[in-house]
């Protein structure tokens, strides 16, 4: 299994400001996932990035608040945009392989 | 839409004892996978056990089993010997199509 890194780890950020969370892997993967878990609460999926195309947004999740770039098969970042002290939660990228899922370390936001 | 349901959002049980987490879904298919996966407080989401839904025998890991139950659509794990290193939140999941669907959790705590 590729290893999977997720960077920050953790992040205290002003209202109104942007914070852009990258995951790197280190061999190719074709898709990424992007998942908020928000206090106290399950995961929930925000998007799928494959790369060389747009992302899939799920309900709920638009591209002006969460824009994902997926430049190459071995990175993507994810923006969390103009924060609110609703957007304070666990962001967690992930990739897929047959067996099982591959999950970041995840990035603690907490925008005050 | 494919839904989990986790309706224990506590357990409790004592060191070398044996505990069951509870796991109830919802889907059409006929072909899925279904994990268990735990995060302690460093956020890292490991997989603990898997199940395809093609497969009748349950799975097992050492002291970790589940008891798959397809008509009824139910997947409970089982710990044995529970282990103060056991303490985390598990998540049950249901993946199709490479989305991946979440329970609301179920906090395990190990009293030794």
């Known amino acids: 299994s590729a290893v999977i890194s997720q960077k920050p780890s953790r992040d205290i950020c002003q209202r109104g400001t942007s914070l852009t969370i990258q995951c790197q892997v280190d061999s190719q993967v074709t898709m990424m996932f992007w998942y908020r878990q928000q206090p106290g609460q399950s995961l929930t999926l925000i998007a799928t990035?494959?790369?060389?195309?747009?992302?899939?947004?799920e309900s709920g999740f638009v591209i002006d608040k969460f824009p994902i770039s997926r430049p190459n098969l071995t990175f993507s970042t994810l923006t969390v945009s103009n924060m609110s002290p609703e957007d304070s939660s666990i962001y967690l990228c992930?990739?897929?392989?047959?067996?099982?899922?591959?999950f970041g370390q995840g990035t603690r936001l907490t925008v005050v | 839409a494919q839904t989990v349901t986790q309706s224990q959002p506590e357990m409790s049980v004592q060191e070398a004892e044996t505990v069951t987490l509870s796991c109830t879904y919802d889907t059409s298919e006929s072909d899925y996978y279904l994990f268990w996966y735990k995060q302690p407080p460093s956020r890292q989401m490991i997989l603990v056990i898997r199940?395809?839904?093609?497969?009748?025998q349950n799975a097992t890991e050492n002291r970790f089993s589940v008891n798959f139950q397809k008509a009824a659509k139910s997947f409970s794990l089982k710990i044995s010997d529970s282990q103060l290193g056991d303490a985390a939140m598990y998540f049950c999941a249901y993946r199709r199509a490479q989305k991946l669907v979440f329970g609301q959790g179920t906090r395990l705590t190990i009293n030794p």
């Open positions: 199940q395809e839904a093609y497969k009748q």
């Open positions: 990035a494959n790369q060389g195309s747009e992302a899939t947004y």
């Open positions: 992930s990739y897929d392989s047959p067996a099982e899922a591959f």
